[in-house]
């Protein structure tokens, strides 16, 4: 379970089935409670295909430019 106590000011978010919560402080930090680890690989696996995805556009607007 990736589960961190912190005692700063929260705001709680619902992300589809994963519950997480992102503690406000000295920049953001995302704390993932209830979460097993195939949840975690495919959560990270579509985050990176979107950095993915994004670096091709921006790579295409220089090329275009």
Do not use: H, P
């Amino acid at each position: 379970m990736y589960k961190y106590n912190m005692t700063k000011k929260r705001e709680n978010y619902l992300s589809k089935d994963i519950e997480w919560r992102r503690t406000v402080s000295y920049g953001s930090v995302v704390i993932f409670e209830n979460i097993d680890e195939k949840k975690m690989r495919r959560l990270v696996v579509k985050e990176l295909k979107n950095y993915k995805v994004l670096c091709v556009r921006m790579k295409n607007q220089e090329e275009q430019a």
